[in-house]
């Protein structure tokens, strides 16, 4: 069943269950941590007037994040809702969280404003939106700060050395729940239909915040999630031991900063969306994070998703099935779980790989790998899957040297692919 909190429980008392819980963690991995104030960022965020960037048919505006240097940060944003009367109850709603070098774009509030629901955009980097891409006006500067803003990314840990109210990480995950703070307090948005979704960096922020804000009723991470530390794309690698880092920094890393740490606290329904061939953060790492998700979670790893903010949220129809599945629908009619397939297994004889699924799909393969050499360079080649059922059956034995695989499915209608849903990916053989 789908694990929601009851809107009995307050807010104030989930944050102090999870004050004096903790996850069973391995020997060697710090337990959670929570710099964040969550009590205060749980509450209605003041709003300033921004009349430097402009956008056709939506409202621009900075609300106050966590303070910064003894002041509250603004954070900048565009937000729109639904032409037409609201729905009973109100509008179900989005919070859209860019990727590293992204801002706000209007361009997502409208995508997602066409799918009926309210949305907004936000600049995590403390930043004003710049340039023409993604629907942005006015070709004005990209990168460009402002007085009130908070820090900006370098290279994503180049801020270690800084004390945590100072670093970027932890003023994107306070701007993304504010940002829902700031959504519950509208009288057209229905509190209890607000979701999260990031792209890139991005979802690497919101993979931390499904553990941090239990008011958001699913988030879908895209392209980025957790275990950047277990990486092998140097561009990540490079930012741990040995080459940096001190043994102090990286225990905070991942107690504090990489999703891993907070995944399992998330009981919301996630839904996590890539490429097999994500050549930023890759598949073994975000399948990981996909298992570690503390509620129902889908992965739909797809054979290829160019890396890059529009094609995040314009190619996966899957984004807005699986939102419309869990607000738009009538409670008692929503799926408890939505598709799904289990973990495969190889017979060790035969080299037959199966798997059973809940999923309403008309082909499936299993995708496979010989390669051993790193994630985003490697080869991968597939076989086509025998329906049954509750269960696939791949036509043909996995050859041997076969080093990772997967199972993926999809519904082949109206012309195009939905219902793209896969199983983790499985180690076979290690390097």
């Known amino acids: ?29 710090p337990a959670a941590q929570t710099p964040w104030d969550l009590n205060a960022l749980s509450k209605t965020p003041a709003i300033h007037p921004a009349e430097a960037r402009p956008a056709k048919g939506m409202r621009s505006l900075f609300y106050e ?63 004003l939106p710049g340039g023409r891409s993604h629907h942005v006006e006015g070709n004005f500067p990209s990168n460009q700060k402002h007085e009130n803003s908070g820090p900006a990314r370098i290279d994503y840990f180049g801020d270690r050395d800084l004390p945590d109210k100072e670093q970027w990480f932890y003023h994107a995950v306070a701007d993304t729940i504010r940002a829902n703070s700031l959504l519950r307090s509208f009288p057209e948005i229905n509190p209890n239909k607000i979701g999260l979704t990031g792209i890139s960096w991005g979802g690497t922020i919101v993979s931390a915040v499904a553990g941090l804000d239990p008011r958001f009723a699913f988030v879908i991470p895209v392209y980025g999630a957790g275990y950047i530390h277990e990486s092998d794309n140097p ?56 298992k570690a998700a503390g509620g ?46 289990e973990t495969p297994e190889m017979d060790p004889t035969t080299r037959i790989v199966r798997a059973k699924y809940k999923a309403d799909l008309s082909e499936a393969w299993v995708y496979f790998t010989t390669g051993r050499n790193l994630w985003k360079d490697r080869k991968w080649n597939f076989i086509q899957c025998k329906m049954g059922k509750d269960e696939l059956t791949s036509q043909q034995p996995l050859p041997k040297g076969t080093t990772a695989f997967l199972v993926y499915g999809f519904k082949q209608q109206g012309g195009g692919r939905s219902n793209h849903v896969s199983s983790e990916v499985i180690a076979a053989e290690k390097r």
């Open 1 to 29: 069943m789908i694990n929601r909190i009851s809107s009995t429980i307050t807010l104030t008392l989930f944050f102090c269950s999870m004050a004096i819980s903790s996850a069973r963690l391995a020997a060697d991995e």
């Open 65 to 127: 994040g966590a303070e910064y240097k003894g002041k509250p940060t603004w954070v900048f944003a565009y937000y729109a809702a639904p032409k037409g009367e609201p729905p009973a109850g109100g509008w179900p709603a989005v919070v859209c969280v860019h990727g590293g070098g992204g801002s706000a774009y209007p361009e997502w509030v409208k995508k997602w404003n066409s799918r009926g629901y309210a949305a907004i955009a936000m600049d995590v980097e403390g930043h």
């Open 235 to 290: 561009g990540l690698a490079q930012w741990f031991p040995p080459k940096n880092m001190t043994a102090k920094q990286f225990e905070d890393y991942k107690s504090k900063w990489d999703p891993a740490a907070h995944l399992p606290k998330a009981k919301m329904p996630m839904l996590f969306v890539t490429s097999v061939a994500d050549p930023v953060f890759q598949i073994d790492i975000f399948s990981k994070s996909a």
């Open 296 to 341: 129902p979670s889908t992965l739909s790893l797809r054979p290829w998703m160019i890396h890059a903010h529009g094609a995040g949220w314009d190619d996966p129809v899957e984004i807005y099935d699986f939102a419309d599945s869990l607000v738009k629908q009538d409670p008692k009619s929503v799926k408890a779980e939505w598709h799904k397939i």
